[in-house]
């Protein structure tokens, strides 16, 4: 069995999402100091499987401006029924909206290939009062 390895990093939706994953990632608002969660899904596309053997995570979380600090600053994955689901915790420090953005970094099966690659996180989180 040959295998190869691939690399690419994706916009997230947008019609160049990756191949093996379609991305669902929510916005969130809350209250300035509360917690929330911007919930975020991978959806394994026809053909492709998930790797389960590899640490699939969300990494390099950050915000554009200071008005977002996050829980941890890696989340693993959670694999339920084709699907990698991410939970990333974060708490609203000032109000007003702040794009926040990471990087995806999941595996994948399809014939003889195995790749992991990187896919971008991109969400707004908007702070109230």
């Known amino acids: 069995m040959a295998i190869g390895l ?3 990093t994706d916009r997230v939706g947008t019609a160049e999402e990756s191949a093996a994953y ?3 990632v929510s916005d969130v608002t809350a209250k300035v100091g509360e917690h929330a969660v911007v919930h975020a899904t ?3 596309r026809d053909g492709y499987r998930i ?3 590899y640490k699939n995570r969300v990494i390099k ?3 554009e401006d200071d008005g977002v600090a996050f829980d941890q600053e890696t989340v693993p994955a ?3 029924e084709g699907t990698l689901l991410f939970a990333v915790g974060l708490r609203v420090t000032k109000p007003g909206k702040h794009p926040i953005n ?3 970094r999941v595996g994948y099966l399809h014939t003889d290939e195995i790749a992991m690659v ?3 996180l991109i969400a707004t989180v908007t702070g109230t009062e």
């Open 6 to 8: 691939a690399f690419a």
């Open 78 to 80: 959670a694999i339920e």
């Open 51 to 53: 790797l389960q053997s």
């Open 22 to 24: 379609a991305i669902e």
């Open 102 to 104: 990471g990087l995806f």
């Open 61 to 63: 979380l950050s915000a």
């Open 118 to 120: 990187s896919l971008r």
């Open 42 to 44: 991978l959806r394994v």
